[in-house]
């Protein structure tokens, strides 16, 4: 049995189905782990979530997998074309799916929905310096499958999971500070005062994330990290990492299906 964790597919079902030939995945026996953002800004959303679910696949909740809840507990608006000012989402057919319930089952109602340990950590975008393991995971990834699994109006579900301020960091972080304090600007590049997550953090257990894609793979290049977002949706890549061989291992773009920001 072989594992691969595979990066940031956002809807890229071409690519994910390309990656998977290419590494040989054997459907039943080897193991498929994302690292969240399954879904969005690429053309077949719906596709991914039904692909890796299918498959026995395993993942982490991205900020687009957050979003996508929003939007179908009527937190958030749909953007649409048109709208100005702000590019829309590809989630229509996810959101009209007859299977979407049990697709959010899968991605919540699990054990380990937002950082998975083990042998290796994954999560979608980083660790906070002060964040600890396993505890912390432990108490968040509890704290969010209690509140899917609570029995409460949908709405109030997704609002208990998307304010937990540890949902939010755990799947946007990129710089922070010593104190794990984020700048203002998501989307800032080198903010002063700022540094990647990973420079804050103590050399730990190997950890494999994405959510980043501009980030030079050179500055993740450490024994302890695994990073494999390369920005598919992009039009670059789509990576996978096989954990027994580490070994990364990437397919490209069949195009570009949004332009990468900045
Ligand atoms: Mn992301």
Redesign the pocket.
């Known amino acids: 049995m072989r594992t691969l964790v595979v990066g940031?597919i956002q809807g890229c079902a071409d690519e994910l189905s390309d990656l998977l030939l290419a590494v040989g995945f054997v459907a039943g026996s080897d193991r498929l782990v994302s690292v969240?953002?399954l879904v969005n800004r690429g053309p077949k959303s719906l596709e991914v979530l039904r692909l890796v679910r299918d498959l026995g696949g395993e993942t982490v909740l991205?900020?687009?997998e957050l979003y996508l809840l929003s939007v179908v507990a009527g937190l958030s608006l749909p953007l649409v074309a048109g709208d100005s000012g702000r590019v829309e989402d590809t989630l229509d057919a996810a959101l009209a799916a007859e299977d979407l319930p049990e697709l959010l089952d899968w991605l919540l109602d699990r054990p380990e929905p937002v950082v998975r340990t083990g042998p290796w950590i994954t999560v979608?975008?980083g660790l906070p310096p002060a964040f600890r393991l396993p505890e912390d995971a432990d108490a968040v990834n509890q704290a969010v499958q209690a509140a899917w699994c609570s029995g409460r109006p949908l709405a109030e579900r997704v609002e208990l999971i998307r304010s937990d301020p540890r949902v939010r960091t755990l799947?946007?972080l990129r710089y922070c500070d010593a104190a794990g304090r984020m700048p203002a600007d998501d989307d800032a590049i080198d903010p002063p005062g700022f540094r990647p997550w990973f420079e804050l953090r103590e050399p730990g257990p190997l950890i494999a994330f994405?959510?980043?894609a501009r980030l030079d793979p050179e500055r993740a290049r450490r024994a302890d990290l695994r990073f494999l977002?390369t920005g598919c949706v992009y039009g670059r890549q789509l990576t996978g990492w096989l954990v027994e061989e580490d070994r990364l291992i990437s397919v490209p773009a069949r195009r570009t299906y949004w332009p990468l920001p900045r």
């Open positions: 940031d969240g953002d991205g900020n687009h979608h975008a799947a946007r994405g959510h980043w977002d």
